[in-house]
């Protein structure tokens, strides 16, 4: 292979990347002029057209994204021996990028970013919250973190939170009208407030007992994304709220909400970190997965 053709299939997954010579210039620190001259070389050696170019755009063409989808595990694979080289010192360094939903991030996360940095001066951890599905390899991440039942099965996973529960509540002014359920059906009768997913689905309320599973699509006047303002509705008395049990510790200690239907929400397995299986893992990854993960 010519060596040449190497850092030029470099900047031509950058320029994809970025969808434009100037966006690709800035993250390589070079020319726009260097990053065109690259390209356009390349594809004069090849003999083949990889991006087409307009006013506002650079996308590939259909031989361009043929080859940059082959060319993405090489690159990848060249990445990674170059990080984990500056990495191989007394201690761990460098970038570490995770893709990480919003409730493992408080849940998990948060208490121990602190104490992580602390630890690992060296390494630069970047959180990027993301409560959709996203596929790591694709996305750039090194690592990301979901709940089991959610995991991919082609991934290592690692587990680093204990079992979790979701916790439906209602604050005293609120059951001062309404009567408390006892069955999940009865919630059909119910103010509930309902969390949307940035997919855009709402979440159906999930309930198990003795073998049997229910799904309500309950219904209320209220529709959030973010589990801190749903808890804060519930003790301010807008209806009933179903998210994860440890928002609700403090309201539920002092009185301000009451628990129901708890017999209806069973424990389940907590967060994992997950990651592609590779021949060789990066120090960085691995110092957050050992420092993060649940011992025993």
């Known amino acids: ?27 390589l620190a070079i020319a726009p002029s260097a990053v065109s001259h ?19 755009s650079v996308a590939p063409t259909e031989e361009g994204a043929q ?14 021996a170059l990080e984990t080289a500056v990495e191989a010192r007394d201690r761990p360094a460098g970038n570490l990028r995770l893709s990480v939903p919003r409730t493992a991030a408080h849940l998990v996360l948060t208490p121990r970013l602190a104490a992580f940095a602390a630890v690992y001066p060296d390494i630069v951890l970047e959180i990027v919250i993301e409560d959709r599905f996203t ?13 089991g039942e959610s995991l991919q099965r082609d991934m290592i996973a690692v587990r680093i939170g204990p079992d979790i ?58 529709v959030l994304d973010e589990d801190h303002l749903i808890a804060q509705t519930a003790v301010d008395g807008a209806g009933l709220a179903f998210v994860f049990e440890d928002y609700f510790a403090t309201p539920l200690a002092d009185g301000r909400l009451i628990r129901v239907l708890e017999d209806w929400c069973p424990p389940f397995d907590g967060f994992f970190v997950y990651y592609p299986s590779r021949r060789q893992m990066r120090p960085a990854l691995r110092a957050f997965v050992d420092f993060f993960k649940v011992s025993g």
Request: hydrophobic share 45%; glycine share 8%.
């Open 38 to 56: 690259a390209v356009s070389s390349l594809e004069a050696r090849l003999g083949v057209r990889l991006l087409a170019r307009s006013t506002r």
């Open 165 to 222: 529960r979701g916790a439906v509540v209602g604050a005293p002014s609120y059951f001062a009208t309404m009567p408390r359920p006892h069955h999940p059906r009865e919630l059909a009768d119910h103010r509930c407030i309902r969390f949307r997913f940035s997919s855009g689905i709402l979440y159906r309320w999930e309930f198990e007992k003795d073998g049997e599973a229910i799904e309500m699509a309950v219904q209320g006047p209220l």
């Open 67 to 80: 080859l940059l989808e082959r060319l993405r595990p090489a690159l990848s694979e060249i990445d990674l």
């Open 1 to 27: 292979m010519n060596r040449a053709h190497l850092s030029q299939l470099a900047v031509l997954a950058t320029v994809a990347q970025c969808g434009s010579f100037r966006g690709a210039a800035r993250e």
């Open 135 to 147: 596929d790591v390899v694709e996305g750039g991440f090194d690592a990301g973190v979901r709940l």
